[in-house]
């Protein structure tokens, strides 16, 4: 399992292999969000060369239960693994921005969730209707 103690202290090509590696631990999943029915059918990491690996990820997708056109693969560099845990944090503003305190998210790491949210925003953005 990923923690944040795990990816401290690793550089950015480090930091990347792990969670790619740990998003390709979720099993194939089904879910719906904002009218979309989105079926996962196969995550893996695609070798591209010797330094790098992306998230490849193959889905289906409806909209209102009419088929969508996907571009698949979908490939992702570098994956997020955190999503908002649904509470904030008051912060201070630094004075020569304006001063004061302002709200921040907090968050967890969730990688399916994550997946999930990355999965949503390609194909809300990139589907076609058929």
């Known amino acids: 399992m990923i923690t944040k103690e795990l990816l401290k202290n690793k550089n950015t090509q480090e930091k ?11 099993k194939p999943f089904n879910f719906s969000m904002n009218g979309f ?9 695609e070798v591209t060369g010797k ?16 088929p969508v056109f996907i571009d698949n693969p979908l490939y992702f560099f570098n994956p997020p693994v955190m999503v ?9 503003v630094p004075e020569d921005l304006g001063g004061g305190t302002t709200e921040v998210h907090n968050y967890k790491v ?13 194909v809300r953005l990139t589907h076609k209707e058929i």
């Open 16 to 26: 990347h292999h792990i969670k790619t590696d740990e998003h390709c631990t979720t």
């Open 84 to 92: 908002r845990d649904g509470t904030t944090t008051t912060v201070l």
């Open 110 to 122: 969730d990688v399916k969730e994550s997946l999930k949210n990355i999965i949503f925003d390609t």
């Open 37 to 45: 029915q989105i079926k996962v059918k196969e995550i893996s990491k």
């Open 51 to 66: 330094e790098t690996g992306l998230l490849k990820v193959v889905v289906e997708a409806k909209k209102n239960g009419v």
